[in-house]
């Protein structure tokens, strides 16, 4: 990462440098501006408010004002005021994305060397640590570029020093940093992939990425072949990597840090590129079906977080890695299949095929026999028809486990949205040549019958949830000032690790 933190403990009037970064709101009716800062003098203030009384800047969220060679603050030439919005409000995720529109001005004019005045946030209370990991995970996750390919890269280090007044302040700070950071590497390396393109990225190159990651990190990664994919009889899965050029693979990443817990355990549709098959899509905006692997990428970076962060919890991931193409031997509607646990598919549209390449992996997943099974997928398009980009839908008939999803959901800043699945959807994918069909002919409720239809591959005794990223997986950057514009997000692992939390 471009970003370096070190921890300073000083008073604001003894320390010197080329720009200070200031959190600030904005209070009353008259709007004054509010920075609640041991050490800032009262003339510091009032410098400072007389310098923003005529500007935009109103101390709101995503709020930013860089003011260059001001001597507002004794000894620093620059300062960066940043919005934080309501301080009654406040909490981890405005922190997140407050730190990330700090960095954005940094870069933006240049700055190399920042001091971020800590303690100018609203720490105090029970999530003074939660608030204190907003702080650095928004500049490490807005760090990262999706500009992976360009042939000139920007790769200038800023270094970031965090001023606390108190020694205490800041040895507590460092151990919540190091956290940070484990979490954000693991997020910005599933981005990598998620934005690697379908030449770049394929099963056999997702498999090794996923294999050299782990290293070191106590993470066992094996990799099913697709002699051992068709060994297993997961022939709904190999089905759809016929029509490809390059063989599916099956990656299984297992932590173990629980001793004789039972596992829990994630599973991601690993899809490297995704042209529909027999039933092609349209050519336009094709070239995002890149990103139809980030639940598999997601799963990936959640486990290799959950390793480096030792938690007291036994973890499975599986992701099972394919390409969709419409080669001579690819699924064709009407083609009917054989999934792992016997039953039988009718595929009628072969642009349906996330749910196909993760139904034997839910079948395997089934019978490790974990306390739960979540997947993630870029399942539907009409998840975002139904919640756009701003929540991830998820699905599950397990209240228990439903309750958890939310309470992690909310920890991590992530924001889920709890969709229906009724027995009536799960008539609609009732098959007349097979078991079940891919696809229903009834309008409407795409995302439902996508989760139904998983349900038919997971035992009914273990709870299970199915989240459909397909509206928050990549592109979110105008909604989220910590994630890229354009670029994969790695969405919901944030939400993943938090779960995973709760059963240590």
Not at 58 to 69: C, H
Not at 280 to 294: T, V
Request: aromatic content about 6%; proline content about 3%; overall charge positive.
């Amino acid at each position: 990462m471009a970003v370096e933190f070190s921890f300073l403990t000083k008073s604001l009037n003894s320390v010197t440098g080329s720009t200070l970064v200031l959190f600030a709101s904005s209070t009353g009716k008259d709007k004054k501006l509010a920075i609640s800062l041991k050490g800032l003098s009262k003339d510091s203030l009032a410098n400072l408010s007389e310098l923003t009384s005529d500007s935009p800047f109103k101390g709101n969220i995503n709020d930013g004002l860089f003011l260059r060679g001001t001597p507002a603050v004794e000894g620093f030439k620059n300062i960066l005021l940043i919005g934080i919005g309501d301080l009654k409000k406040s909490n981890h995720e405005s922190i997140r994305r407050a730190s990330a529109v700090a960095l954005k001005a940094l870069k933006a004019h240049g700055v190399q060397d920042a001091t971020v005045a800590a303690e100018s946030l609203p720490l105090s209370g029970k999530d003074k640590d939660s608030k204190l990991a907003g702080l650095f995970e928004g500049f490490y996750l807005a760090d990262y570029s999706s500009e992976l390919f360009k042939s000139k890269k920007e790769e200038k280090t800023i270094k970031v020093s965090a001023l606390f007044s108190l020694a205490s302040a800041a040895k507590s700070a460092q151990k919540t940093h190091k956290e940070s950071f484990v979490l954000c590497e693991s997020i910005n390396f599933s981005r990598s992939l998620g934005d690697s393109p379908g030449n770049k990225m394929n099963p056999l190159i997702l498999a090794d990425s996923a294999k050299k990651a782990a290293q070191g990190t106590g993470l066992k990664v094996t990799v099913w072949d697709e002699a051992r994919i068709k060994k297993e009889k997961m022939g709904v899965f190999h089905s759809v990597s016929l029509g490809g050029g390059t063989e599916p693979r099956l990656i299984i990443m297992e932590y173990k840090g629980g001793g004789s817990k039972k596992p829990i355990c994630y599973v991601g549709k690993g899809l490297t590129f995704d042209s529909g098959g027999i039933c092609i899509k349209p050519g336009a905006g094709m070239d995002e079906m890149k990103y139809d692997m980030c639940g598999g990428a997601n799963v990936i970076g959640a486990m290799l977080a959950i390793a480096k962060l030792k938690l007291k919890v036994n973890a499975i991931g599986i992701v099972p890695a394919s390409e969709n193409m419409p080669g001579p031997m690819a699924n064709k509607p009407g083609d009917i299949v054989t999934a792992r646990n016997g039953k039988t598919v009718e595929v009628i549209n072969t642009d349906a095929e996330g749910r196909l390449i993760l139904s034997d992996a839910l079948v395997y997943a089934s019978e490790q026999e974990p306390q739960f099974i979540v997947d993630a997928a870029t399942l539907t398009g009409a998840m975002v028809i139904a919640l756009g980009d701003t929540h991830t839908g998820f699905f599950s008939r397990d209240e228990k486990l439903t309750q958890k999803i939310k309470k992690a959901a909310s920890s991590a800043g992530e924001l889920v949205w709890e969709m229906p699945m009724h027995e009536e959807h799960s008539k609609d994918m009732k098959g007349a040549y097979a078991d079940l069909q891919n696809v229903t002919a009834r309008k409407g409720a795409g995302s439902a019958h996508g989760a139904v239809f998983l349900a038919e591959f997971v035992d009914p005794k273990i709870p299970w949830a199915h989240f459909d990223i397909a509206g928050t997986a990549w592109n979110t950057g105008h909604r989220v000032p910590y994630n890229n514009a354009k670029g994969a997000s790695g969405c919901m692992i944030r939400t993943f690790v938090e779960l995973a939390k709760q059963y240590t």
